[in-house]
């Protein structure tokens, strides 16, 4: 029996529903390995000359087991077909698989779409592995990691209460710093626009506005196509209702006085009709853009709502199939087939919008293209058909993405932009507007901005003035980012890939760097502190041009055009690693951090440092620079420091209880300790080694009681505990939360205690 691995097991069920019985669909669950934590700073590989030796390990214990399942399964060495995800990751996965699997004959299919007749052809024409793919992949993950780890360190260093700088992630926090800047050093100009409204035949107002320097013809051309829909309309629509900027109220009064005392006439009146082309259908960056701003959907939760409509939905026939092809992605281009179907589709709903020729849509600069944009994967599933079978969010996203595809095939909208200059005395004034002769694409994608029908005037036509006036404004700096719009300057600057976008900003919010004000991103002081210091100590992390270089040589590797390993041991020869030593040198020592507080250490009674941690109460923790294993945390319950083993003395509390579960790492095999804690006022609990305090390296040893099961254990690394064989005592309900007086000091704020968390990958 032939066997199909995919990465999710959201997909198994459609497509065993296309292959059927003689199939069997199994899952890797994404990544089964990733590089060891062991080696010079836990990189897990070394750089030796111009090799790079990698030490893979499997991905925790589901990784473990996994492997376990699919070694049991390609025992006698059946045929297997590797359709883990069509991107660079996706062909590192396969590789790991062929390599664990040992596989002999390892079959490669890539489809961009879960369907019926995309797998089928998929299965078809089977390829091989694409090396030079997957190395760019390994490469990605050795620099991310290389450069995370050292870096952070050294940062850390630099700045107390650092988390974490990455390639990516630290390139894109200088983005948000440099605009933050940018806007605190803003100095704001008044200004006046100034405007005279007409009275027209018929009880009509026509506003024009003071103008100088702008020829209609220029007026008539300006407006720019918009790649991602209605983001800018607005700004356009800004523009052309405001006039030439009047530095001064007393220009402003003298150019109100000359309208007032003036007779006014028609100077020209100028009109063209002009075409629209139909906007592109979406890549992963413009559908993260769009989806941010028409329906409130963060970068991850537009990723994660389009991965389920892409793996598979139930439809109202109850068949099981995906609705989306694949959703990471940089091309515009669209399938031959779709095209087609799009043809017959507005042949038989809407003939006049069928184009006589489509339009091509230009791919960005450095797009890999190795898929197809953003579409459905049938035409004829249109947001009504699906509107029962999906969730809200789920076909707000299928509607913009099958909106979005069909115009981008249909005819071209018409407009005719009109200009009308008029005069009094030597001023002149300026009225713009437009009308739609002809919708074309935008009935179903309407990213025109409001239009402003204008009378039909002629030269020399001698106008009524009904008032004139001017307001008073203000300039304004540049906006800070929102959300989709640092998904755009990410792609225009070119750092970071369709797949890395979402967690990228993820990444920002969690580290405290930045902070989601209403709509906008907001560096916090330590996202500040941490730019500034890496501009001037780590400057290779915040330079942009370098970061985007980065991706043109990783886009060269996956060409086969560059030898991974001699990139990667090249660049830190030459420029990392320099750029580390010199900065070793000018951070302080690492014991020299924090400030010296007046509570004592337990063990030898020297005072304990006071180490910055935004994520512990009080912003800080205690240590012990002569006894590092003597910490301790502020505890808002007692109002006094508390070592962590102290932390959950609680007189209503019962103490530790022995499990029969293993610690899943310990070579005694101990057993699991029960710990119960008060979290806001409810009793919780967690599992770890009885032995943990004599061994360090069980740090990762942690189960954590899920919220909404109390009989569940979970741990970040090891996965889910099986309980059936040995259950586990808990307690329900919550218990009274004991008040206390506010502490003088430490604690401007009560947040969870927490390790610094680990350098990112970006």
Known sequence: MPILIVESPGKKKTLMSILGAGWQVLASMGHITELAQDGADNLGFDLIEDRVTCRYVPRAERGAAVI???????????????????????????????????????????????????????????????????????????????????????????????????????????????????????????????????????????????????????????????????????????KSEESTRVLSQAEADRLVQVARTQPHRVLSCEGKSVPKLPPSPFITSSLQQVAGTLLGLSPERTMAVAQKLYEGVTLPDGQTKGVITYMRTDSTALAPEFQTAVQSYLKAHDPPNLPTKTTAHKAKAHAQEAHEAIRPTEVTLTPAVLRSALSQEEHGLYDLIWRRAVASLCAPARLRKVVIRTQSAQVQWESRGSTVEFPGYTRYWNDLAKE??????????????????????????????SE????????????????????????????????????????????????????????????????????????????????????????????????????????????????????????????????????????????????????????????????????TKDPELPGPKQTAHPCPICKSKSKLEQYFYRKEGIVRSLLRCSTKAKQPDHEEAVYFQAKDAPARFWSRKWGELDLESAPISTIKGTMTRKKTNPPSSPPPQALRPQRNAPPAKD
């Open 452 to 481: 402003l029908l204008l009378p039909t005037l002629t030269p020399g036509q001698v106008l009524t003035l009904k008032t004139a006036g001017s307001e008073k404004k203000r300039t304004q700096p540049l906006p800070r980012y």
């Open 68 to 238: 376990a399942q699919l070694r049991a399964a390609v025992k006698g060495d059946p045929q297997v077909y590797l359709a883990s995800d069509p991107d660079r990751e996706g062909e590192a996965i396969a590789w790991h698989l062929a390599q664990v699997l040992k596989l002999k004959n390892p079959q490669r299919v890539v489809y961009s779409a879960i369907t019926r007749e995309a797998v089928q052809a998929a299965l078809k024409s089977p390829r091989t592995l694409n090396l030079p793919l997957a190395e760019a992949q390994r490469a990605r993950e050795c620099l991310d990691k290389l450069v995370g780890y050292r870096g952070s360190s050294v940062l850390r260093r630099l700045v107390p209460g650092a988390k974490s700088a990455g390639r990516v992630q630290s390139a894109t926090l200088h983005l948000l710093c440099k605009r933050e800047r940018e806007i605190r050093a803003f100095v704001p100009l008044d200004y006046w626009s100034v405007y005279v409204d007409y009275t027209l035949d018929g009880g009509g107002v026509l506003r024009a506005y003071y103008r100088q320097g702008v020829s209609p013809k220029a007026a008539i051309a300006s407006g720019q196509q918009s790649e991602t829909g209605p983001l800018e309309p607005e700004a356009e629509q800004a």
């Open 484 to 647: 989709p719009k640092l998904v755009a300057e990410m792609e225009k600057v070119g750092i970071g890939r369709p797949s890395t976008y979402a967690s990228t900003v993820k990444t920002l919010k969690e580290r405290t760097y930045v902070v989601l004000q209403g709509k906008v991103l907001e560096p916090t002081p330590l996202g500040l502190q941490v730019d500034e210091a890496l501009a001037a100590h780590l400057p290779l992390f915040t330079n942009i041009e370098t970061t985007a270089r980065m991706e043109t040589d990783l886009d060269r590797i996956a060409q086969g055009a560059q030898p991974w390993e001699k990139f990667l041991t090249g660049w830190n020869r030459t420029q990392f690693q320099p750029m580390l030593d010199v900065a070793c040198k000018q951070a302080p020592p690492a014991q020299s951090q924090g400030e010296t507080s007046d509570q004592p250490c337990p063990a030898c009674g020297q005072l304990l440092t006071k180490i910055p941690n935004a994520k512990c109460t009080g912003g800080a923790f205690l240590k012990c620079e002569k006894c590092p294993d003597t910490v301790m945390f502020w505890s808002s319950r007692t109002n006094q420091w508390e070592s962590p083993t102290s932390r």
